[in-house]
């Protein structure tokens, strides 16, 4: 595997968690959406309360990820 400098991991570290914050964003505004969507009947609450937890878990998963994969980066360049 070719070794990626510092400067370079940083940088996909940082785009990657731009990207993110914007589809959080994304996902928040649709989450007022979907409170519209329940008051007036379209949707119903217990599919509210899917959006809402997997909406929990991609953020989770979404913070989660970076340090999991940066500490492991981390790890391969000492050796």
Known sequence: MKKISKKASIAILVTYIVIQVALIWFLLLCLSYWQ???QQGAL???K?????G????YILLALIYPIWWFKKHKK????
């Open 36 to 38: 519209y969507l329940v």
């Open 44 to 46: 119903t609450t217990t």
């Open 48 to 52: 509210f309360n899917l959006l809402i």
């Open 54 to 57: 997997a909406l929990i878990l």
């Open 76 to 79: 391969k360049q000492r050796r």
